[in-house]
């Protein structure tokens, strides 16, 4: 049996299965996502939904082969096999961006039962600007503000946003294999970050952006009128120079971005709150109490910035719960 029909047959048993209960028990809706870390996410997006009516249950697209990605979810759930009781959760990527310029693309904007995060991916929002000093907090347990992440990440953006849109004009137009995510990916890698002196590492990267965007020139020559008409594109669907982070791809901004600079962020402050305790009057034992208490309270960087839900007031994701709730009222 091939998986396409297995899946309508699972697609018409939910639905059957919610027909034939009792009209006070709850309906259920299977969301499939595309990995493990996905299941957090949308369960933080669903669960508002959720009443004496229906509730939703979060999982990957099969328990038998294991098969994970957005394409397992989209080719099993699409065109006719979502429904009402079954829909699908994937992470936009730069299938928002296209507009349908491919068919993954048109597949993940015209399914009515297939919901995008509008960001990249979760992880673009799980290092959403305004929420990463609570996230410092939550690692160190030190509320002193030493480093404004929205500046940094408003001035990252805009550096970054003359070569996003070459980025997204490469994978509109099917040459990415001449400038791919990758090439992206590297240009704009803030290595040599410092909490004392960040313009350093946003001035490299301006660097890095010229340098690539003359070589993107020689490269296409009289591509300036196609540049600018991806540059409107991308303006028209609410993405300005200044929120650019939030569309690259998430696991560079996760990994080679963000979890750097927390980390130096919270050595900081860490150090800060043990000069604290050390220079404290209180007796030598105490302190080394007070010290060893707050080494086993501090938290891990990156499990703290994976459990960061801090981004469910940005407009994105406000945007993505209004998708959820037209569904439901229709």
């Not at 034939?20 to 996502?33: P, T, W």
């Not at 939904?49 to 979060?58: I, L, P, T």
């Not at 010229?210 to 196609?226: D, M, V, Y």
Request: with cysteine; proline share 3%.
């Amino acid at each position: 049996m091939s998986n396409r029909l297995k899946d309508n047959i699972n697609s018409q048993y939910f639905q059957a299965a919610n027909a034939l209960k009792s009209k006070q028990a709850r309906r259920r809706i299977v969301a499939y996502v595309e990995s493990y870390d996905d299941i957090y996410f949308w369960r933080t997006v669903l669960s508002r939904f959720e009443d004496d009516h229906r509730y939703f249950e979060v999982m990957l697209p099969s328990k038998e082969n294991l098969t994970r990605g957005k394409k397992s979810v989209l080719m099993n759930f699409v065109e006719g096999q979502t429904g009402p009781d079954m829909i699908a959760c994937v992470d936009a990527d730069y299938d928002y961006l296209l507009q349908g310029a491919t068919e993954q693309s048109r597949r993940v904007l015209q399914s009515p039962y297939v919901f995008h995060t509008y960001v990249y991916a979760i992880e673009n929002y799980q290092c959403y600007a305004p929420s990463l000093h609570d996230v410092c907090v939550a690692v160190t347990l030190n509320d002193h503000r030493i480093f404004d992440f929205r500046e940094y990440f408003r001035q990252f953006s805009e550096a970054c946003f003359p070569l996003f849109v070459w980025s997204v004009w490469a994978y509109r137009t099917g040459h990415h294999s001449r400038f791919s995510l990758t090439d992206f990916n590297r240009v704009t890698d803030p290595g040599g970050f410092t909490v004392q002196q960040p313009e350093v590492s946003l001035q490299n990267i301006k660097r890095k952006v010229s340098t690539k965007i003359r070589e993107l020139q020689r490269q296409f020559p009289g591509n300036k009128e196609a540049y600018l008409k991806t540059k409107a594109d991308i303006l028209a669907l609410g993405i300005t120079p200044q929120t650019t982070y939030l569309y690259i791809q998430g696991h560079h901004l996760f990994d080679t971005v963000v979890a750097p600079i927390l980390t130096k962020v919270c050595n900081q402050l860490r150090q800060e709150r043990q000069n604290e305790i050390y220079h404290s009057q209180a007796h030598k034992t105490q302190k080394q109490n007070e010290m060893s208490c707050y080494e086993n309270s501090r938290q891990d960087i990156k499990a703290m910035l994976k459990k960061n839900t801090g981004y469910q007031q940005s407009p994105r994701f406000l945007q993505l719960q209004e998708d959820v709730r037209r569904y439901l009222g229709s």
